[in-house]
């Protein structure tokens, strides 16, 4: 997988990712998992959530 795959073309990305962390999962050992970005990506969903959820409050 290209290195800039993050940046141009995050669905086939996070596609790739699912993937490689499925089989880390299964107690495989993988080599490419992007976990810088990764961790981002669980982050951002988390604080996406949070964001929501005051907003649904507020209303």
């Not at 969903?45 to 949070?50: C, R």
Request: a negative charge; charged letters at 30%.
């Amino acid at each position: 997988m290209p290195d800039n795959l993050y940046e141009g073309d995050i669905i086939t990305w996070s596609e790739h990712q699912a993937k490689l962390l499925r089989r880390v999962a299964l107690g495989e050992l993988v080599n490419g998992v992007d976990w810088r970005h990764v961790v981002e990506e669980i982050e951002d969903v988390g604080l996406s959530q949070l964001t929501a959820v005051e907003s649904y409050l507020r209303r």
